[in-house]
């Protein structure tokens, strides 16, 4: 997985994948917290707070090796992706609290996910100085994850003609860009991937399970609407592991193969979990009606 297909290719695609989130945002995205207050504090919750916990106990549980169980954590600690906003899309979701809510999570991202990954590299490594993400390289999660947004929305608030007419070219760039990296990365290490699933296949599964279950099911409990809770079911459901394994595996953050294979497992498991837990959920409520 060390190579220069991901060490170079996936800071690419994800600064691409960021750039086409940042086209299709304002300013008044960011605003539109206020008109969903009580689901954006539950999303919010679980993101920085819940799954995190919950990730931590599970890892201990399973016992997972340190590497493996420190890129559970940065998993946990990662924001929601763009993937969340198209699965809202298919299955009723509330798409414009998801990209609120993905927008949100992407900025506080870049100061809880360095926090988590300290705190969790000085438990299972007992050594977060020479394998933690150190505060130092804050801004270097700023670059990855910011600034194509930022340039993205300054592109959109500027030149929105222009923006409309990039939008889609950038996401069919970033989807093939990224495709070919997952596609290269995959017959590279088709040698290793049953080691890797065997590995961390358990726990990313009930990892990934769990995050569905209740960023779905805690909005629901708080009286949100079912469009808003599959909103945020997805976007806490859907991490940006792209973001997780190039944290993890580029040389100037955390340089460890090992903790990239959590978010690489997970980037595979997530969309089949995530599409079986939307056809559930659309049929709970093709169901209600009748009952």
């Given at each position: 997985?060390?190579?220069?297909l991901?060490?170079?290719?996936?800071?690419?695609?994800?600064?691409?994948?960021?750039?086409?989130?940042?086209?299709?945002l304002t300013?008044?995205?960011?605003?539109?917290?206020?008109?969903?207050p009580?689901?954006?504090?539950?999303?919010?919750g679980?993101q920085?707070?819940?799954l995190?916990?919950l990730?931590?106990?599970?890892v201990?549980?399973?016992?997972l090796?340190?590497?493996?169980?420190?890129?559970?954590?940065?998993?946990?600690a990662?924001?929601?992706?763009?993937?969340?906003n198209?699965y809202?899309?298919?299955?009723?979701?509330?798409?414009?609290?998801?990209?609120t809510?993905?927008?949100?999570?992407?900025v506080?991202?870049?100061?809880?996910l360095p926090?988590?990954?300290?705190?969790?590299?000085?438990h299972?490594?007992?050594?977060?100085?020479?394998?933690?993400l150190q505060?130092?390289?804050?801004?270097?999660v700023?670059?990855?994850?910011?600034?194509?947004?930022?340039?993205?929305m300054?592109?959109?608030?500027?030149?929105?003609?222009?923006?409309?007419?990039?939008?889609?070219?950038?996401?069919?760039?970033?989807?093939?860009v990224?495709?070919?990296?997952i596609?290269?990365t995959?017959?590279?290490e088709?040698?290793?991937?049953?080691?890797?699933?065997?590995?961390?296949?358990?726990?990313?599964?009930i990892?990934?399970v769990?995050?569905?279950?209740?960023?779905?099911?805690?909005?629901?409990?708080?009286g949100?609407?079912?469009?808003?809770s599959i909103?945020?079911?997805?976007?806490?459901?859907i991490?940006?592991?792209?973001?997780?394994?190039?944290?993890?595996?580029?040389p100037?953050?955390?340089?460890?193969?090992?903790?990239?294979?959590?978010a690489?497992?997970?980037g595979i498991?997530?969309?089949?979990?995530?599409?079986?837990?939307?056809?559930l959920?659309?049929?709970?409520r093709?169901r209600?009606p009748?009952?």
């Amino acid at each position: 997985m060390d190579s220069p297909l991901t060490t170079v290719g996936l800071p690419v695609a994800l600064g691409i994948i960021m750039l086409g989130l940042g086209l299709g945002l304002t300013v008044a995205d960011f605003r539109r917290v206020v008109s969903y207050p009580r689901a954006a504090l539950i999303a919010l919750g679980c993101q920085v707070l819940l799954l995190p916990a919950l990730c931590f106990a599970l890892v201990v549980a399973l016992d997972l090796p340190p590497a493996p169980a420190v890129g559970m954590m940065l998993l946990a600690a990662s924001p929601g992706g763009t993937t969340a906003n198209l699965y809202s899309h298919l299955f009723g979701g509330h798409v414009a609290l998801n990209v609120t809510l993905t927008a949100v999570n992407s900025v506080l991202a870049v100061v809880t996910l360095p926090i988590i990954v300290n705190l969790s590299a000085a438990h299972f490594l007992g050594d977060a100085a020479s394998l933690g993400l150190q505060f130092d390289k804050v801004l270097q999660v700023f670059a990855i994850v910011l600034l194509p947004v930022a340039l993205g929305m300054a592109l959109r608030a500027r030149f929105p003609g222009l923006a409309d007419r990039l939008a889609r070219p950038v996401k069919i760039v970033s989807v093939v860009v990224l495709v070919a990296v997952i596609a290269g990365t995959v017959l590279r290490e088709r040698d290793n991937i049953a080691d890797y699933f065997v590995a961390v296949g358990v726990a990313v599964l009930i990892f990934n399970v769990v995050s569905l279950v209740i960023g779905y099911g805690a909005p629901r409990l708080a009286g949100v609407g079912r469009r808003e809770s599959i909103a945020v079911g997805m976007e806490i459901g859907i991490h940006n592991s792209t973001l997780a394994i190039t944290i993890a595996i580029s040389p100037a953050l955390l340089n460890n193969t090992e903790m990239a294979v959590p978010a690489a497992v997970y980037g595979i498991v997530m969309f089949f979990t995530a599409a079986a837990f939307g056809y559930l959920v659309t049929r709970q409520r093709e169901r209600e009606p009748a009952a």
